[in-house]
């Protein structure tokens, strides 16, 4: 094993054993080269003053080379901060930015301890890390029967975890801890579970209330002190999102801190929240351990990074920093938050309206992008009939579920978007 590595290791297993426990072979095997390309290039930017040979960039008139078709529609933007590379880790004023949005957001996290966030490629390359470092073949993936497809190519095929769901609500429409923690506890033979918190939910669009969220707590902590290892994700892809009287906050604040084998994961991003799918900003910090095993954990993540993307895009990390400095950033958010509510309150009116009787049951929903149909024909023949006559695209799950993005729906459409579905429903039980 590389020195680095087992360096890196010893301060884990010194400050927090049971996260060292936690981590993978991949997970133990990596490290970030200190003596690297990399590292020599940033040693050269401080000290090469006359010549600096080091790093594969192009230069011209001291600042990085460039197109002027591809500068003139950045105008707005120095070179430097968008030609370059950026730092594996991203760059440092977002990291700082984001990690101060994070303390405003989640009151929950003052006095915690938690990484300086590190930035990824978005939430999907963030969700890949947690799954390298931590996931070894056989490990259990504790996650509703809800959930984003990806989780399984993720860890499950990708690393040969193995997915272990649980129904995501109870009988009385509310978020299942009981059957989250009956799945923890029986990890007890294994000795580790991931457990992935995605909140809003994607598919449903719920978010767990206050009650709900101290209950999800109580069953991570009631496998802990039975011996099980849990690495705690929170998928908080859509953060912010809040319509209803729901958390309003991310776990991650709430486990930190709460037992020696728990190890809060959180990762989120700008794609969602700030309406920039396209920019591939996300983020992912480590919660709850000593300094020395964060900044571990910091240099393992940083490994990952380097073997796989090397470093996010620099171009979107800027505007994307520009944006969260700007004094103009709260209110335009606040105007989009608006819209995205009213959508989904128009959606929640609609169904409760008696127009449609009892063809569109859903799902409870509260935040988020998405609601889901609970129907009683098969979903793939509604999608289907909605594609070919009515000319509209949905999202089968399962035998019944559907899907329903009204996020890129505007308002005052969606009444006809939910009489085609109900329209298509119909024509599906006609036998048609």
């Given at each position: 094993?590389?020195p680095l590595?087992?360096?890196?290791?010893?301060?884990?297993?010194?400050?927090?054993?049971r996260?060292?426990?936690?981590?993978?072979?991949?997970?133990r095997?990596?490290?970030?080269?200190?003596i690297?390309?990399l590292s020599?290039?940033?040693?050269?930017?401080?000290?090469?003053?006359?010549?600096?040979a080091?790093?594969g960039?192009?230069?011209?008139n001291?600042?990085?080379?460039h197109l002027?078709?591809?500068?003139?529609?950045?105008?707005?933007?120095?070179p430097?901060?968008?030609?370059?590379?950026?730092?594996?880790?991203?760059?440092?004023?977002?990291?700082?930015?984001?990690?101060?949005?994070?303390?405003?957001?989640?009151?929950?996290?003052?006095g915690?301890?938690?990484?300086?966030?590190?930035?990824?490629?978005?939430?999907?390359?963030?969700?890949?890390?947690?799954a390298?470092?931590f996931?070894?073949?056989g490990?259990?993936?504790?996650?509703?029967?809800?959930?984003?497809?990806?989780?399984?190519?993720?860890?499950?095929?990708?690393?040969?975890?193995?997915?272990v769901?649980y129904?995501?609500?109870?009988?009385?429409?509310s978020?299942?801890?009981?059957g989250?923690?009956?799945?923890?506890?029986?990890?007890?033979?294994?000795?580790?579970?991931?457990?992935?918190?995605?909140?809003?939910?994607?598919?449903?669009?719920?978010?767990?209330?206050?009650?709900?969220?101290?209950?999800?707590?109580?069953?991570?902590?009631?496998?802990?002190?039975?011996?099980?290892?849990?690495?705690a994700?929170?998928?908080?892809?859509?953060?912010?999102?809040f319509?209803?009287?729901?958390l309003?906050?991310?776990?991650?604040?709430r486990?930190?801190?709460?037992?020696?084998?728990?190890?809060?994961v959180?990762i989120?991003?700008?794609t969602?929240?700030?309406?920039?799918?396209?920019?591939?900003?996300?983020?992912?910090?480590?919660g709850?351990?000593?300094?020395?095993?964060?900044?571990a954990?910091?240099?393992?993540t940083?490994?990952?990074?380097?073997?796989?993307?090397?470093?996010?895009?620099?171009?979107?990390?800027?505007f994307?920093l520009?944006?969260?400095?700007?004094?103009?950033?709260?209110?335009?958010?606040?105007?989009?938050?608006?819209?995205?509510?009213?959508?989904?309150?128009?959606v929640?009116?609609?169904?409760?309206?008696?127009?449609?009787?009892?063809d569109?049951?859903?799902?409870?929903?509260?935040?988020?992008?998405?609601?889901?149909?609970?129907?009683?024909?098969?979903?793939e023949?509604?999608?289907?009939?909605?594609?070919?006559?009515?000319?509209?695209?949905?999202?089968?799950?399962?035998g019944?579920?559907?899907?329903?993005?009204?996020?890129?729906i505007?308002?005052?459409?969606?009444?006809?978007?939910?009489?085609?579905?109900?329209?298509?429903?119909?024509?599906?039980?006609?036998?048609?």
């Open positions: 094993m590389n590595a087992q360096q890196l290791n010893e301060t884990i297993a010194h400050e927090q054993p996260v060292f426990e936690m981590l993978s072979k991949l997970g095997a990596i490290y970030f080269p200190k690297g390309i020599q290039s940033a040693e050269a930017k401080q000290k090469a003053k006359t010549y600096n080091t790093i960039i192009a230069t011209e001291g600042q990085p080379m002027e078709v591809i500068q003139e529609t950045l105008s707005a933007y120095e430097k901060d968008i030609y370059e590379y950026a730092p594996p880790a991203g760059k440092p004023e977002l990291r700082t930015a984001w990690r101060d949005k994070m303390l405003q957001e989640n009151p929950s996290l003052a915690k301890r938690f990484s300086q966030p590190v930035v990824t490629n978005a939430l999907t390359h963030g969700l890949s890390i947690v390298d470092l996931a070894d073949e490990d259990a993936v504790i996650l509703p029967d809800k959930n984003w497809e990806n989780y399984e190519l993720t860890f499950g095929i990708r690393r040969g975890a193995v997915m769901e129904p995501l609500y109870d009988a009385d429409g978020f299942n801890a009981a989250l923690r009956d799945a923890l506890l029986a990890q007890k033979e294994r000795g580790k579970a991931i457990v992935l918190l995605n909140f809003p939910n994607n598919p449903t669009g719920y978010t767990p209330g206050k009650k709900e969220g101290e209950a999800i707590v109580a069953a991570i902590r009631d496998a802990a002190e039975a011996g099980i290892n849990v690495v994700v929170t998928d908080d892809a859509y953060f912010a999102l319509f209803e009287d729901s309003h906050e991310s776990l991650f604040g486990l930190c801190g709460l037992h020696e084998r728990v190890l809060p959180k989120d991003g700008a969602k929240e700030e309406y920039v799918w396209g920019f591939r900003v996300g983020f992912i910090t480590y709850g351990t000593s300094d020395a095993c964060l900044a954990l910091e240099q393992k940083l490994g990952i990074i380097r073997a796989t993307i090397s470093s996010g895009p620099h171009p979107s990390q800027t994307v520009r944006a969260l400095k700007s004094p103009d950033f709260a209110d335009q958010k606040a105007r989009k938050y608006a819209i995205m509510k009213g959508r989904a309150n128009r929640k009116q609609l169904l409760d309206s008696g127009k449609y009787g009892d569109l049951i859903y799902y409870p929903f509260n935040s988020g992008y998405f609601m889901c149909l609970k129907l009683d024909v098969d979903a023949a509604v999608r289907q009939l909605l594609l070919n006559e009515y000319e509209v695209g949905t999202i089968a799950l399962g019944t579920d559907l899907r329903v993005a009204f996020s890129c505007e308002e005052p459409e969606l009444e006809d978007l939910f009489d085609r579905i109900h329209r298509a429903v119909l024509d599906v039980r006609a036998g048609k």
